[in-house]
């Protein structure tokens, strides 16, 4: 599996921005699909998480009513749309897809997208 974020950029607070995460390969095989991010300094954490055929998603307390995690399975494409964002939102955002073959947890993750917001 491959993933290509894009839709970063450098916005000011209270901006919106859509990321995208294209995937290919075994795409049939995910299992769920999440996005991750990693500020200067800090470990990478979980932004927001949704399961295959997208009735499940789960979100960083952080991030709640404000971001939305959704994906268009005929595209190959997850997204997340981040409304009200703040100069703590500032990260790389990672995309990230989860294969289970055998009982077997693959993880699979994007170059990341920078998310820069200033104040």
């Known amino acids: 599996v491959q993933l290509v974020e894009s839709g970063g950029g450098l916005v000011q607070a209270g901006a919106s921005l859509r990321l995208s995460c294209a995937a290919s390969?075994?795409?049939?095989?995910?299992?769920?699909m999440g996005w991750y991010r990693q500020a200067p300094g800090k470990q990478r954490e979980l932004v927001a998480t949704i399961t295959s055929g997208g009735g499940t998603t789960n979100y960083a307390d952080s991030v709640k009513g404000r971001f939305t995690i959704s994906r268009d399975n005929a595209k190959n494409t997850m997204y997340l749309q981040m409304n009200g964002l703040k100069p703590e939102d500032t990260a790389v955002y990672y995309c990230?897809?989860?294969?289970?073959?055998?009982?077997?947890?693959?993880?699979?993750w994007g170059q990341g997208t920078q998310v820069t917001v200033s104040s």
């Open positions: 390969g075994s795409t049939g095989s995910i299992n769920a």
């Open positions: 990230n897809a989860l294969l289970v073959v055998g009982f077997v947890p693959y993880m699979y």
